[in-house]
Nanobody, 114 residues
């Protein structure tokens, strides 16, 4: 399994951004798919996850601003982010859990300027 996250960059506060995570060796139709982030000096935290049946959960800090989704036809999971805040600045990682093993993408940096 390999995960390729992309789409990060610099955006102004209030702006929007979409992060895709392309998978090979698996799809996102199973349980255990999520986006995490790690800000400088902080621990990695769960941002959002999506289960096999499409159920989604979000961290309180991003609820109503971020949307996780997937397109199994192209083996891609997305994180749509709107109303971005400087505190959303972090490296964003996609993750899947398969066969008792956790796989991480390489991370993509999102910087939100005030």
């Amino acid at each position: 399994v390999q995960l390729q996250a992309s789409g990060g960059g610099l955006v102004q506060a209030g702006g929007s951004m979409r992060l895709p995570c392309k998978a090979s060796g698996t799809t996102f139709r199973f349980n255990g798919n999520g986006w995490y982030r790690q800000a400088p000096g902080k621990q990695r935290e769960l941002v959002a996850d999506i289960s096999g049946d499409g159920t989604t959960t979000y961290a309180d800090s991003v609820k109503d601003r971020f949307t996780i989704s997937r397109d199994n036809r192209v083996k891609t999971m997305y994180l749509e982010m709107v109303s971005l805040k400087p505190e959303d600045t972090a490296v964003y990682y996609c993750r899947v859990d398969r066969w008792g093993t956790t796989f991480w993408g390489q991370g993509t940096l999102v910087t939100v300027s005030s």
